[in-house]
C-alpha cells in the first residue's frame, strides 16, 4: 500500500536535488576527459535538471509503493541509467561536427555514431554501484555492447537495468561463468 510520508533516503536526496545535478555534471566532465571525447561535447543544464528531476520522482515514486522503503544502489543506478538514456543531455554534432560524438574507448571507437548518452549512462550507473567502466576487461565488451544496443534501440525500463546491474556487479566480483552467462541472456533477449 503506498504511503505518503518519504524514507529518510528519499527525502536526502529530494532535498539534495541541486547538488545531484552538479554530481552529474561532474561526472560528465571526467567521463568526457576519461574517453577522450572532443573538448567541445557538452551537456544541456536545462536537461540535465529534467534527468535529476525523474529520477528523484521515480524514485520516490518507486520507494512510496514499497512502503517507503530505501532504495538499493542497483536501483539508483538503474533510474540513473534509465534517466540519462532516455532524455539525453549530451545534444549530438551533425555533419562534420560529427566527430565529436565519437568514443575513444578501444571496446567502442569503431561505431560511426557515438553514443555518448548510452555510454555516459553507462559509466554513471556502474559508476555508483562501484565498477569503473574504463577497467573493464576485453570480456566485458561484449557484454557492454548490449547494453549500449539496448539502451539506445528498445524500450528498456528500470526493473530490467537494476537485474542486469545486480547481475553484472555479481560477476565481476565473484567472476562466475553461469552468471555471465544469465547476464547475456538478459541482454540478448528481444
Known amino acids: 500500500m503506498p504511503s505518503s510520508t518519504p524514507s529518510k533516503l528519499i527525502k536526502k536526496i529530494r532535498d539534495g536535488e541541486r547538488i ?6 561532474h561526472d560528465f ?3 568526457k576527459e576519461r574517453f577522450g571525447y572532443d573538448e567541445k561535447l557538452e551537456i544541456n543544464p536545462f ?11 521515480d524514485l520516490e515514486k ?7 522503503i530505501d532504495p538499493d544502489v542497483y536501483k539508483q543506478s538503474a533510474y540513473w541509467m534509465f534517466w540519462i538514456s532516455r532524455l539525453k543531455p549530451i545534444p549530438l554534432s551533425l555533419g562534420s561536427h560529427a566527430e565529436t560524438n565519437k568514443c ?18 553507462i559509466v554513471v550507473g556502474l559508476g555508483k554501484i562501484g565498477i569503473d567502466f574504463s577497467q573493464l576487461g576485453a ?20 526493473k530490467q537495468l537494476y537485474i ?15 552468471q555471465k552467462k544469465a547476464l547475456q541472456n538478459i541482454l540478448s533477449a528481444p
Request: hydrophobic content about 35%; overall charge negative; proline content about 2%.
Open 20 to 25: 545531484l545535478g552538479g554530481i552529474l555534471f
Open 29 to 31: 566532465v571526467a567521463f
Open 47 to 57: 536537461t540535465v535538471e529534467a534527468v535529476v528531476k525523474s529520477f528523484v520522482d
Open 62 to 68: 518507486y520507494s512510496q509503493y514499497h512502503g517507503n
Open 104 to 121: 575513444r574507448h578501444p571496446c567502442l571507437r569503431r561505431d560511426e555514431y557515438g553514443f555518448a548518452n548510452e555510454i555516459l549512462a
Open 139 to 158: 570480456d566485458y565488451h561484449k557484454i557492454t555492447k548490449e547494453l549500449i544496443y539496448q539502451l539506445y534501440y528498445r524500450e528498456i525500463n528500470p
Open 164 to 178: 542486469t546491474l545486480e547481475l553484472l556487479h555479481r560477476n565481476i566480483s565473484g567472476n562466475s561463468g553461469a
